[in-house]
C-alpha cells in the first residue's frame, strides 16, 4: 500500500514545475567538523550512489559542518550542476558574539547567500530556505528580502523550515497578495516519533501549496533501534554535543513512547523483510503532504539502506499498527469539532461529502 516508486520517478515541488526525487540526500553529515560526520572521501561515494541511481535533489545549509558540508558538496555537483537541485538554508548564526551573523533580517539574508555560493562554489541556488523563524524580524522583511533575490537571479526558489504554521500561512499571504515569490517547500521535523506536525502544519502545506520535506525521519537514528531503555535519561542540555546521542537526548524524544513506537517499527520491519530504517522512512512517504524526506547518512551502507525504503509495501494492517503505536492525540479546535455533538450541530445530523 506505499507508493512504490524509485529516485528518477520525479515529482513536482509544492505549486511549482521543479520535478524532484521522492527522497532527498541531507548533506549534514558531510565533513568531521562536528565530530561525527563522513570524511570526504565517503561523503563522495555517498553523494555518486545517490545520482548515479537518478536522484536529483540535495539538501544542505550555510552553517552544517561550519561551512564544509557546502564546499564539499561543491567539489562533487561541478560537473553535474544542471542536472541537480541544490537547496540550501540560511538563519543560523556563524560568528560568536556577532548577533548579525545569524537571524531572517536581510543584512544576514544577503551575507549568507554570499557565502553559500562560494562555498558551493556556484552561481545559483535552487531552493533556499529560511532555516527557523527568528522571533525577531517581520515577514514582509524577510519574505521581500527573498523575492528580491529571486528577481537578481541568484536563488530561483524559496522554502521554509521550523516556522509556526500561522506565520508560514502569513507569509504566504504576503507574497501572494503583492506578487512576490512564493514560498514551494516546507521543511519540518516529522516521524513517527514526531507526529504534532500533523495538526497544523501538514494541513497548512497541503492547502497553501507547499510540498512537505521530513528532516529526521529516522526520530534520530529512535526507529532504527540504536537506543534502548538503558539509554534514557532526563537530560536537557544547552550546548551542542559532539556525540549523536547527546543529539538525540536533547531534543526530548528519547523516551519510553518513543523506544515502544520503535519496538513496533521493529516487529513491521521483520514481517516483510525490511531494515527498521527503511520502514521508517518509507512510512512518512504515506502521508500525501510528503514530496521527499530527506536522508542523512554517515556511510554508504547507511545510504544504500535508505533507498531501499522505495521499494517497502505496507499492507493495510501494518499501516494501522504503525499509526495505532504513534498516532498523537487530538489537540483543540479539531478535539471538541469531531465530537458528535460538534458535528450535530454544524451539519444538521446529515452527511456532507468533501470536507476540507
Known sequence: MTRTTALDQYRLLGRSGLRVSPLSLGTMTFGSDWGWGADEAEARRIFDTYVDRGGNFIDTAVNYTNGSAEQIL?????????????????????????????????????????????????????????????????????????????????????????????????????????????LIALQIEYSLVERSVEHELLPMAQALGLGVLPW???????????????????????EVSADRKGIIASTGHLTEQALAVADVVGEVADEIGASRSQVALAWTLQHPAVISPIMGART???????????????TGAQLVKLNAASTPKPIFPARFMDRPMAQQLMFGGTDVTGRR
Not at 100 to 108: D, L, Q, T
Not at 231 to 238: P, Y
Not at 300 to 307: F, H, I, V
Open 74 to 182: 561543491g567539489t562533487f555537483i561541478k560537473e553535474k550542476r544542471d542536472r541537480l537541485v541544490i537547496g540550501t538554508k540560511f538563519t543560523m548564526a556563524r560568528e560568536s558574539g556577532n548577533p548579525n551573523s545569524g537571524g531572517n533580517h536581510r543584512y544576514n539574508l544577503t551575507r549568507s547567500v554570499e557565502t553559500s555560493l562560494r562555498q558551493l562554489d556556484t552561481g545559483r541556488i535552487d531552493l533556499l530556505y529560511i532555516h527557523a523563524w527568528d522571533f525577531t524580524t517581520t515577514p514582509d522583511e524577510v519574505i521581500r528580502g527573498l523575492d528580491d533575490l529571486v528577481r537578481a537571479g541568484k536563488v530561483q526558489y524559496i522554502g521554509i523550515c521550523n516556522t509556526p504554521a500561522w506565520r508560514v500561512a502569513q507569509m504566504q499571504t504576503l507574497a501572494d497578495l503583492r506578487g512576490w515569490s512564493p
Open 216 to 238: 529526521s525521519p529516522l526520530g534520530g537514528g529512535i526507529l532504527t533501534g540504536k537506543y534502548s531503555r538503558a539509554d534514557l535519561n532526563n537530560d536537557n542540555v544547552a
Open 300 to 314: 554508504l551502507a547507511q545510504a544504500e539502506d535508505n533507498l531501499g525504503a522505495l521499494g517497502v509495501a505496507f
